[in-house]
């Protein structure tokens, strides 16, 4: 196991590099002028654009310029905007917040979906399986934002059961239905993926033979038959975290949650390339530890698994 843990490390570091590489090659490839509009209606004096394409190595090529960010975020520190703001400062204040939303996305999706997913592949083709394949249908034809306003106006004004806007301290109370909206889609697909590898496993040699050894369904469902067909599922979920934080631009936009999707957004807008840059990198940092997580607890869901 150690040695495969480090391998895999070993691997993450290219993928790192690449991946970011690619990143920052696109976000500058971006044909417009970076200090549009920082100047108000006028345009910005030639002394000033001298002095913040040295300041951010503009005048250079691609290369050098990925290098001078990568040797100033190896040690921590991701820059500043053309506003002269810490990106790092950007990133604390507005990180956590995405972080608590997908979370709450995250176990929304997951409770409710295998759940789903598991009385469905046990009793296929009754009332509950039809129930939840149509409403799974409707709930990925549906986009998000529509989700998202639907639930705000009638959860928010008309009934005021919840805040229409998320408070400034984003508490996990108020985040219960953004995190629902958030994570719809995905909940969807997890139902069905459930269902499927419920239904297929359930006819497996392991699972009759232990119910013809007299164990308690609850013992051969939880124990025996979920343990197996949550392998693509665990899969779906990994890596859908990374997922969660970089779409959640609509969901915080609806819900007035200070993001990093919102930040890349106005980023975006600006024409802020190093703040762009900085919050994917940190999402393919996400990408590439849950992957790492996933892989290393297939073993222990599956004994058949072994990592020499």
Not at 180 to 198: D, K, N
Request: hydrophobic residues 50%.
């Amino acid at each position: 196991m150690g040695r495969y843990v480090v391998r895999r490390l070993l691997q993450l570091i290219p993928v790192f590099f690449g991946t970011t590489f690619l990143i920052y090659w696109l976000v500058w490839a971006v044909p417009g002028d970076p200090f549009a509009g920082k100047c108000g209606e006028r345009r910005c004096p030639d002394s000033y654009i001298a002095f913040m394409t040295e300041k951010y190595h503009l005048d250079e090529n691609v290369f050098l310029q990925y290098l001078h960010y990568m040797q100033n975020l190896l040690r921590g520190d991701f820059g500043q905007t053309f506003g002269g703001r810490s990106i790092n400062d950007l990133i604390a204040a507005a990180y956590p917040n995405t972080l608590k939303l997908a979370l709450v996305a995250l176990a929304v999706e997951g409770i409710i979906g295998i759940t789903a997913g598991v009385l469905t592949g046990l009793r296929r083709n009754g009332f509950m399986d039809n129930l939840v394949l149509v409403s799974t249908l409707f709930l990925i034809a549906l986009p998000t934002f529509v989700t998202g306003f639907v639930l705000q106006f009638l959860l928010g004004t008309k009934w005021h059961i919840i805040n229409p806007t998320v408070s400034s301290d984003v508490p996990f109370n108020e985040l219960i239905v953004p995190g629902f909206v958030l994570g719809s889609t995905s909940m969807a697909y997890i139902a069905r993926l459930t269902r499927t590898s419920i239904a297929e496993n359930r006819r497996g040699d392991y699972v009759r033979t232990a119910i013809a050894k007299g164990l308690p369904m609850r013992r051969v469902v939880g124990v025996h038959l979920l343990r197996n067909s949550m392998i693509p599922v665990l899969t779906f979920l990994g890596t859908d975290l990374g997922g969660l934080m970089g779409g959640s631009i609509v969901t915080e936009g609806i819900f007035n949650i200070n993001g990093i999707g919102r930040e890349v957004y106005r980023a975006i807008v600006t024409k802020e390339g190093a703040t762009v840059v900085s919050i994917v990198v940190i999402l393919v940092l996400v990408y590439l530890i849950m992957n790492l997580v996933v892989d290393l607890l297939y073993a222990a869901l599956d004994p058949r698994i072994r990592y020499e």
